[in-house]
């Protein structure tokens, strides 16, 4: 019998390099503005806890800023027409899914990115293996709140002690906590390891498929 038969996961930086596109996104927004542009290695630390905090941190003064609101829908509006131009599934993933899917784990994504990007990244890329997604919305409070991950488990008819929880990042570690799931950690994302052994994640890998000797034990 299977130790666990749930995986819930993060989706920027755990399933999909979506860097290039978010970094060209927030450009677009800050050039509109005649902002200072931002690269790809600050991007890479701004992202995590949605779009309001990674414009806050992207635009001059922050929240301060009169056209924080603006910037948040104008990026909105293109990325919804661009994240996928750049954004590819990290090497390992489909093999992954189509590992778990055979021996009948229950998949979902959890991720702090607007809903309907989720949503729709979701189908693009892995439809057929993935039919729950949540992403950041009013209807429930994002990432490190366990709401979201309570709502797949709800969704996918599971309980936390039989799931886990893979993500690339500090908010990851911290969701999978609050949640009561087993928290997989994984080094190919936005985030170091020393960050996640820091925040206590429980396992962490190298390689997408270093998950099953983790799932399957």
Same mark, same amino acid.
């Given at each position: ?113 607007? !809903?309907?990007?989720? +949503?729709? $990244?979701? %189908? ?7 039919? =729950?997604?949540? @992403?950041? /919305? ?8 366990? !709401?979201?991950?309570? +709502?797949? $488990?709800? %969704? ?7 799931? =886990?929880?893979? @993500?690339? /990042? ?48």
């Amino acid at each position: 019998m299977k130790k666990y038969d749930t995986v819930i996961f993060d989706l920027d930086g755990t399933l999909l390099n979506s860097l290039e596109d978010l970094t060209d996104s927030v450009n677009y927004v800050l050039a509109l503005h005649d902002f200072p542009l931002r690269n790809i290695t600050e991007i890479r630390n701004f992202v995590g806890n949605g779009v309001g905090r990674l414009i806050e941190l992207s635009i001059p003064d922050g929240l301060n800023n009169m056209y924080y609101e603006q910037c948040i829908s104008e990026f909105r509006i293109h990325y919804s027409k661009n994240m996928g131009n750049k954004t590819r599934a990290y090497d390992g993933i489909m093999e992954l899914f189509g590992q778990l899917s055979n021996d009948d784990f229950k998949m979902a994504i959890v991720s702090n990115k607007f !809903d309907a990007a989720v +949503k729709e $990244l979701a %189908q693009d890329y892995f439809q057929g293996y993935i039919k =729950v997604a949540i @992403g950041e /919305s009013k209807d429930v409070a994002r990432k490190p709140a366990p !709401d979201s991950v309570i +709502k797949a $488990l709800e %969704q996918l008819g599971s309980v936390p002690d039989k799931a =886990v929880y893979v @993500g690339d /990042s500090e908010v990851d570690v911290k969701t999978a906590k609050n949640a009561g799931l087993t928290c997989i950690g994984v080094t190919w994302g936005f985030r170091d390891r020393e960050v996640l052994e820091r925040e206590g994640a429980d396992y962490i890998i190298n390689k997408p498929e270093e998950l099953l000797k983790v799932v399957c034990d």
